[in-house]
C-alpha cells in the first residue's frame, strides 16, 4: 500500500488532475465526507487528508510514502529527510509584504524604523527582512493576516497573494514579493527504498502530468 498525503483546498483539487491523466481517480470527495483516509481506485494506494502544514511531518516519519505540500510549508517548517524530486506547478502564488493603502512603507523602511510584521510565516519573514537591514518585531499569527493592519495590531503583513483579491477586498496592496510558490512532491527515502517499484511509478505519474501541463 501506498499512502499519498494531501490537505484539502487548493493542493488536494490541483492535484487531482495529476492523478486522473494516469487514471487514478480518489473515490471521495472530501468536502462531502468526514474521512480522513480516502481509498482511490488502484488498490494500492489510498490518500490521507492532513493540515497543510503537517505534510512534511507525515512524509518524514512515515505516516504517509509521499506527499504534496506548498513551498512555502517546506521553507517555514523544515524539509529534514524529505526528497524533493518536482516542483508540480501547481497552486501557484506568491509571499509578499503588504500594507493598508495609507501607510509609507518606502518611508518606514528607508528611515530605519521598527517595523511591525504580523505573519504565520516568521522564518520566511525574518530573513528577508534581515537581508534588508529592516528591524522587525515578529507578531506570530495562525490566520485572518489581513485584518492585523487593519486593527492597527501591525503595520505590515507577510502573506500568501494569489489573485490578490483578498488583499484588495481588505484595502490592502502589495509592496513587495518575496517569493514565488508552487506545490512539490516529497517523497520518503525508506518508503523509496522499500517499495522501490510502485513508488517509482507514482513519482512518473507526477512528472509526466506535470510535463504535460507545463
Ligand atoms: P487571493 O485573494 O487569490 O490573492 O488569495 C489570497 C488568500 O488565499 C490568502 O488568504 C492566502 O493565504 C490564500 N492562498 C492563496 N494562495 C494559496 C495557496 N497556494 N495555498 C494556500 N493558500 C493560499
Request: overall charge neutral; glycine content about 6%; hydrophobic content about 45%.
Given at each position: 500500500?501506498?499512502?499519498?498525503?494531501?490537505?484539502?483546498?487548493?493542493?488536494?483539487?490541483?492535484?487531482?488532475?495529476?492523478?486522473?491523466?494516469?487514471?487514478?481517480?480518489?473515490?471521495?470527495d472530501?468536502?462531502?465526507?468526514?474521512k480522513?483516509?480516502?481509498?482511490?481506485?488502484?488498490?494500492?494506494?489510498?490518500?490521507?487528508?492532513?493540515?497543510?502544514?503537517?505534510?512534511?511531518?507525515?512524509?518524514?516519519?512515515?505516516?504517509?510514502?509521499?506527499?504534496?505540500?506548498?513551498?512555502?510549508?517546506?521553507?517555514?517548517?523544515?524539509?529534514?529527510?524529505?526528497?524533493?524530486?518536482?516542483?508540480l506547478?501547481?497552486?501557484?502564488?506568491?509571499?509578499?509584504?503588504?500594507?493598508?493603502?495609507?501607510?509609507?512603507?518606502?518611508?518606514?523602511?528607508?528611515?530605519?524604523s521598527?517595523?511591525?510584521?504580523?505573519?504565520?510565516?516568521?522564518?520566511?519573514?525574518?530573513?528577508?527582512?534581515?537581508?534588508?537591514?529592516?528591524?522587525?518585531d515578529?507578531?506570530?499569527?495562525?490566520?485572518?493576516?489581513?485584518?492585523?493592519?487593519?486593527?492597527?495590531?501591525?503595520?505590515?503583513?507577510?502573506?500568501?497573494?494569489?489573485?490578490?483579491?483578498?488583499?484588495?477586498?481588505?484595502?490592502?496592496?502589495e509592496?513587495?514579493?518575496?517569493?514565488?510558490?508552487?506545490?512539490?512532491?516529497?517523497?520518503?527515502?525508506?518508503?523509496?527504498?522499500?517499495?522501490?517499484?510502485?513508488?517509482?511509478?507514482?513519482?512518473?505519474?507526477?512528472?509526466?502530468?506535470?510535463?504535460?501541463?507545463?
Amino acid at each position: 500500500m501506498i499512502t499519498l498525503a494531501l490537505s484539502k483546498g487548493r493542493i488536494f483539487e490541483e492535484t487531482l488532475p495529476l492523478l486522473a491523466a494516469a487514471g487514478i481517480e480518489v473515490l471521495e470527495d472530501p468536502e462531502k465526507s468526514r474521512k480522513l483516509i480516502l481509498p482511490t481506485n488502484q488498490p494500492d494506494l489510498r490518500v490521507v487528508l492532513v493540515r497543510a502544514t503537517d505534510v512534511p511531518t507525515y512524509v518524514q516519519y512515515g505516516g504517509a510514502d509521499l506527499g504534496v505540500t506548498g513551498k512555502d510549508t517546506l521553507i517555514e517548517h523544515g524539509a529534514q529527510g524529505l526528497y524533493q524530486p518536482l516542483d508540480l506547478c501547481i497552486a501557484q502564488c506568491r509571499v509578499s509584504v503588504a500594507v493598508r493603502a495609507d501607510f509609507d512603507y518606502a518611508l518606514a523602511v528607508k528611515q530605519g524604523s521598527r517595523l511591525k510584521v504580523a505573519t504565520k510565516y516568521t522564518a520566511i519573514a525574518r530573513d528577508f527582512f534581515a537581508s534588508k537591514g529592516v528591524h522587525v518585531d515578529m507578531i506570530k499569527l495562525y490566520g485572518s493576516m489581513e485584518l492585523a493592519p487593519l486593527t492597527g495590531l501591525a503595520d505590515a503583513i507577510v502573506d500568501l497573494v494569489s489573485t490578490g483579491n483578498t488583499l484588495k477586498a481588505n484595502h490592502l496592496v502589495e509592496v513587495e514579493r518575496i517569493m514565488d510558490i508552487s506545490s512539490h512532491l516529497v517523497v520518503n527515502q525508506a518508503a523509496l527504498k522499500l517499495k522501490q517499484a510502485p513508488m517509482r511509478r507514482l513519482i512518473d505519474v507526477f512528472a509526466r502530468a506535470t510535463q504535460a501541463q507545463a
